[in-house]
């Protein structure tokens, strides 16, 4: 996909795989769609070097709502379900495959103008990572089980401003060999008030992961893995 400036277009039919179209602040929905950049087609990027793995695209919007207002330290919720209309039909696939595992991750970059920015060339740092915990139990068995909510908080710390959030889902289930590995994120628009002056170290996307990173190139089935080593930077944490 071309990056282009957003558009207040409707979206289309979407089928398969998932999608990060609904964001929570404090525990109040902020409307479906609202403030995402939801994609033509909800399936997933492979390409690590691919500008589609930035926002998905990342060229379409819903709706002309410029951001999200949140305040630095809010506790924030990315919703995901398999298609846009699939949220309350309780259908098995929903909000993701059960054999979909892999890591959530959430990333921010601070921008000028939300609504507007294109999102090559930003510079993004993370915030929030989950992967395998020591039970065997992998993130996205936790979003599946919280019915595609991954709960998360914004740094109390980052400065106020404008900001693209990329939330990203990785399924390692065809990972064994790259590309292989189904990468599915999504960005919304936000707008950050009460901040502080935290400037943590950043990464570009593409770039950040590569085709070979243990995190990308991964066996999910045999052995039964006990580590897994999520990719991308550490979290940021004031």
């Known amino acids: ?4 400036l957003i558009t207040c277009s409707l979206l289309v039919g979407a089928s398969a795989h998932t999608i990060f179209q609904e964001l929570w602040v404090n525990g109040v929905a902020q409307g479906h769609t609202k403030g995402i950049r939801v994609p033509a087609y909800d399936g997933p990027i492979t390409d690590v070097t691919s500008n589609d ?43 993701i495959d059960k054999g ?9 970059a601070k921008v000028d103008d939300a609504l507007t920015t294109k999102v090559t060339g930003l510079k993004w740092f993370k915030i929030y990572e989950d992967g395998l915990d020591s039970k065997g139990q992998w993130a996205v068995t936790r979003l ?47 707008n950050v008030t009460g901040g502080g002056s935290a400037n943590p170290p950043t990464v570009s996307f593409p770039g950040a992961y590569k085709g070979t990173d243990p995190g990308i190139k991964f066996q999910l089935f045999y052995p039964t893995p006990t580590t897994y080593t999520i990719p991308g930077p550490t979290a940021f944490k004031c």
């Open 1 to 4: 996909m071309k990056n282009l």
């Open 100 to 108: 979909h595992l892999g890591p959530v991750m959430v990333y921010l």
């Open 144 to 190: 599946y089980n919280n019915k595609g909510k991954v709960n998360f908080t914004l740094p109390s710390c980052v400065q106020s401003g404008q900001y693209l959030l990329r939330a990203e889902l990785i399924a390692l289930h065809g990972a064994a060999s790259y590309p292989g590995a189904q990468l599915y994120m999504e960005c919304a628009q936000i």
């Open 53 to 95: 793995v930035i926002c998905n695209g990342g060229q379409q919007h819903t709706e002309c709502t410029p951001q999200m207002q949140v305040k630095a330290g809010d506790k924030l919720t990315a919703e995901w379900h398999h298609t846009l209309d699939s949220g309350s039909t309780g259908e098995a696939q929903d909000p």
